[in-house]
């Protein structure tokens, strides 16, 4: 693949999938900057591995690297510091404070560890079934059955809500 059909390729990428890649990398990092240097390399990781994506989806695909790119940027060292050194009250501030506060539930799915955040992204606001996040996460699909029950258990008690178990 030549690097002409590589750009027209991600250039396609950005206006098929870009909103929802960046919105899923701010649910992950939970910073807007932090967001978008992942989205960009995202990007890049695709335009470097874009011969890669012949066997499956490109959104799978796509989503696959912007949520292993977001865990590589959780896993660095300053980025655990900022993580225990600020609220996440001052966290979510400091990722929109142009943008209007995020709701309740938004930032109750906010403050979920990691592991049950990316199901309840993944599931809800991408619209994927346990399957596909169990190929995307390579972990069982009862895995993701757990994880999201564990998830709107959390959220029901940080909501104040009754919820069937």
């Not at 990398?25 to 932090?34: A, F, P, T, V």
């Not at 994880?147 to 178990?165: H, N, P, Q, T």
């Amino acid at each position: 693949m030549t690097s002409d059909e590589r750009q027209r390729l991600v250039e396609r990428f950005i206006a098929d999938y870009g909103d929802d890649l960046l919105r899923l990398c701010r649910l992950c990092l939970r910073d807007r900057q932090l967001a978008e240097d992942a989205f960009q390399e995202t990007m890049l990781k695709a335009w470097r591995a874009a011969e890669d994506c012949r066997g499956e989806g490109e959104k799978t695909w796509l989503t696959r690297i912007a949520v292993n790119t977001c865990r590589d940027m959780m896993r660095r060292g300053w980025m655990r510091i900022f993580r225990l050194s600020t609220p996440i009250d001052e966290q979510r501030n400091l990722a929109a404070p142009e943008e209007e506060p995020p709701g309740e539930t938004a930032q109750a799915v906010l403050a979920l560890p990691g592991k049950y955040r990316e199901v309840v992204t993944l599931h809800y606001f991408e619209g994927m079934d346990a399957g596909e996040i169990s190929k995307l996460l390579r972990v069982p699909v009862n895995t993701v059955y757990s994880r999201l029950r564990r998830a709107r258990l959390m959220l029901a008690r940080r909501l104040g809500e009754e919820i069937d178990a």
